[in-house]
């Protein structure tokens, strides 16, 4: 079983997309963590 990730990380991920940081890649690549698990946070907001 994978261990899920950080509250404090989902917010700092999802802060980062919203402030214009980058796209998924680049806060994937920032925070060491995949890119479908950045965007299926992000999404979620939507």
């Known amino acids: ?3 899920s ?3 404090y ?3 700092r991920g999802i802060e980062y997309l ?6 998924y890649i ?4 920032l925070f060491k963590i995949s890119v479908s698990a950045v ?3 992000y ?3 939507a």
């Open 9 to 11: 990380l989902r917010q």
């Open 43 to 45: 999404r979620k907001l």
């Open 26 to 29: 680049e806060a994937s690549h």
């Open 5 to 7: 990730y950080s509250n």
């Open 18 to 23: 919203d402030e214009g940081g980058g796209g």
């Open 39 to 41: 965007g299926s946070w």
């Open 1 to 3: 079983m994978t261990k």
